[in-house]
């Protein structure tokens, strides 16, 4: 269809189905009729006009029977395009994000708008996460408790391996550990809720100290010289450490990070057992296992993995 040209203050465009569609630039508002009936109204910049033209040239604004079962799964992967390094997307951006039509992207991005789960900035045009998915983080990490929460994946872990796994809070320049599941072997790691130990020995504790702000990294290295920077570094790298026998000679654990909503370390996931009994094979297998365990104990906790 050839298009009229849009004019600076106000126009109109006639397409079948008498659908009509009209904006007025002053400040960016657009109706959509169909068949004499007010679909939906949003507000729009000119960067947006080429999707309404498509979604009004298309002349369907009918839902199909099976579109109110769909529309969960695409409103959350709209929602799902957001992360630290992707705070704002445009109506345009949204659309070739996640692949849909345009005009189930209007249709998408304008209920999350009116629901306050999509903030819409009026000079950019630009969509940001809305004020409803703050209250409702806010309602689930008053009521989330991590010792809970991890249950699961320590359970699995001892399950597997039938060694003893639990977590550890960082508190001050220590270590201390809230919950664990002992192994019910008779030569095992016998862990106690409270116990406490330093930052700078032992896989969880270096784990705590790889995360640690930079002046308490220095302050602590400088009073016990065990690990190094270097060393600190290489554990932000690969997302693990192990010990063996740094606290206790006849002790070897395995630790990873768990990382809160923003993207702090507070936490320590661990297991751990005599030394000697986690042969090379094996060892590979916690290694792996043991990271998406605290991976997903961080995603639960509110955590967003950096996009690859």
């Known amino acids: ?110 209920t999350l708008e009116k629901k306050n789960y999509l903030y819409r900035n009026p000079e950019s045009g630009r969509y940001y996460l809305g004020a409803r998915l703050a209250q409702l983080g806010n309602v689930i990490f008053a009521n989330l408790d991590i010792c809970q929460a991890a249950q699961p994946f320590m359970q699995a872990l001892c399950k597997t391996y039938n060694e003893s796994v639990g977590i550890y809070q960082r508190h001050g320049d220590t270590r201390v550990c809230i919950t664990r599941i002992n192994s019910n072997q008779t030569l095992r790691s016998v862990l106690t809720i409270g116990s406490t130990y330093p930052l700078t020995r032992g896989a969880a504790g270096r784990i705590l100290l790889a995360y640690a702000d930079i002046a308490q990294q220095e302050r602590l290295l400088a009073e016990d010289p065990f690990t190094t920077k270097e060393a600190l570094e290489a554990v932000r790298k690969e997302g693990f450490t192990i010990s063996k026998g740094e606290r206790d000679a006849a002790v070897e654990s395995i630790a990873a990070p768990v990382f809160s909503g923003s993207g702090q370390v507070e936490y320590s996931l661990f297991i751990t057992g005599p030394a000697g009994r986690f042969e090379n094979h094996l060892r590979d297998n916690m290694i792996s296992d043991l990271k998406e365990a605290a991976l997903q104990l961080s995603i639960q906790l509110g955590y967003r993995p950096p996009k690859n």
């Not at 126009?11 to 008498?18: I, P, R, V």
């Not at 529309?71 to 659309?95: G, P």
């Open 1 to 110: 269809m050839k298009l009229p040209i849009l004019s600076f203050y106000f126009c109109q465009f006639s397409t079948k189905g008498d659908n009509l569609a009209f904006f007025k630039n002053s400040c960016y508002t657009c109706t959509i009729f169909a068949a004499g009936q007010r679909a939906f109204c949003f507000n729009i910049t000119l960067y947006d006009v080429p999707l309404i033209l498509h979604l009004i040239t298309k002349g369907d604004l009918s839902m199909p029977p099976e579109y109110n079962v769909r529309s969960v799964e695409r409103a959350l992967a709209i929602l799902d395009c957001f992360d630290y390094d992707h705070a704002s997307f445009s109506l345009v951006e949204l659309a070739k994000e996640i692949d849909l039509s345009a005009s189930t992207t209007l249709r998408l991005v304008s």
